[in-house]
């Protein structure tokens, strides 16, 4: 099969298996020419195949030498379509941790459902023991809750009033109004339903109650607040009621970890080209700007070194990581320097569909986003033709 992007709205509908193969190397690649540390022995990682948690699980492996289970949702490839990118991505790591000799098994399952949590503990039960970290990574549209089979759908809305803005067509290189009309009160419900920390509290609860969590058990979630310039549609809308949420669970999660000496965390991240981020309005056009800021001042940092630096010198530092008033830790910490944050509100006015390419870094958002789903990796040829069937190795052998 001779595989191409195919881009429809905010998401490419194909994905590149060599490609994605020698992104998930590249990200291997950095971990190991870092310093190793001292870390995690048995990780969990739910939402495992893209974006944060891949890097996750690969700074885990590669960085401090641990087993990993993965938790994730990927469609394999068939007669007419490829797989997704998560799942090339993840054939890849287990792969290469093979290789490395390092155990990596996965599981692909509705990580909300009952038999995902089932089928973890009985992997970690029968490999592990004990688990000593829980990253939480998932980033769903919707949630089909376990109990209830009600279906929750997530939005990214303003509350309370209309949000007018401008926002990117990153492909076509338009800068253009747009209008979002605030949430409803059942929307924002929803939104929390799924992003919110129900499901990374009833993942904990479960592997307590199973005695799989091991003494001085940490677990992890991931946010995002972003500056001024977003927050009507982000920190205040419904995305920020999920996040208030997320926090709130922390919060909880700690108590009942105690007895463990246990901890709850949340990493509040740098803005990045996701498949998450690229569906927000506004976001795309305020990524574009950091990244040319960033990369001006040498400061820009992906996925990767982001969740090495949080691994390292944060969750496995000698000293308890600096936590800010919310008890969360603050990776963002390069993105929301003020010097940067002023140069974007100087420059943000003036972006038109004109100037888009001299103000901001439009063309690396795009490259971002192709890199997402395998494309544009340097010595792949997209002009040739290759098996989209792959297969991951431990799914394979159940």
């Known amino acids: ?105 996965s599981l692909n399952l509705d990580a909300f459902s009952h038999e995902a949590k089932q089928r973890t503990a009985e992997l970690i039960r029968q490999d592990m ?20 089979g009600q279906v929750f759908s997530s939005v990214l809305k303003p509350i309370g009033q209309a949000f007018s803005g401008k926002t990117v067509d990153a492909f076509r290189g338009e800068v253009k109004d747009v209008t979002i009309e605030p949430a409803t009160a059942e929307e924002i419900d929803h939104t929390v339903a799924v992003m919110g920390g129900d499901d990374w509290a009833r993942w904990i609860d479960f592997l307590a109650n199973e005695q799989l969590l091991a003494s001085g058990v940490k677990t992890i979630a991931y946010s995002y607040l972003g500056p001024k310039l977003t927050h009507d549609i982000y920190k205040s809308g419904t995305i920020g009621k999920a996040k208030e949420h997320l926090n ?32 927000i309005p506004v976001v795309p056009l305020y990524i574009s700007l ?43 910490d390069r993105e929301m320097q003020q010097d940067i944050q002023n140069e974007i509100a100087a420059r943000w ?29 340097p010595g792949v040829d997209y002009l040739a033709t290759c098996n989209p069937h792959v297969k991951i190795k431990s799914l394979d052998d159940k």
């Open 1 to 105: 099969m001779l595989i191409q992007p195919k881009i429809r709205g905010f998401i490419c509908t194909t994905a590149h298996p060599t490609g994605c193969f020698e992104a998930v190397k590249e990200q291997i690649e950095y971990v190991k020419k870092q310093a190793s540390f001292s870390g995690p022995k048995n990780v969990l990682i739910i939402g495992a195949s893209t974006g944060y948690g891949l890097a996750s699980r690969i700074t885990a492996s590669f960085g401090a030498g641990a087993k990993t289970i993965g938790v994730f949702f990927e469609k394999e490839a068939d007669e007419k379509r490829t797989a997704t990118a998560g799942w090339y991505n993840t054939a890849a790591f287990e792969t290469l941790a093979q290789e490395a000799q390092l155990y990596a098994k």
């Open 248 to 279: 709130t669970t922390a919060h909880q999660l700690n108590q009942k970890l105690k007895s463990l000496k246990g901890q709850a965390l949340i990493s509040v991240n740098k803005a990045l080209v996701t498949q998450s981020s690229a569906a």
């Open 349 to 377: 006015p003036n972006i038109t569909s004109d100037n888009l390419a001299t103000l901001t870094d439009i063309a690396g958002y795009r490259d971002d986003f192709y890199r997402l789903f395998g494309f544009n990796l």
């Open 290 to 332: 950091l990244y040319r800021i960033m990369k001006e001042r040498g400061t820009h940092e992906g996925c990767i070194e982001q969740i090495y630096r949080l691994f390292k010198d944060f969750l496995y530092a000698s000293l308890p990581p600096s936590l800010d008033g919310q008890g969360q830790i603050r990776l963002d």
């Open 129 to 148: 023991g004990q688990i000593d970290l829980v990253v939480y990574s998932l980033a769903s549209p919707r949630r089909i809750h376990p109990d209830t």
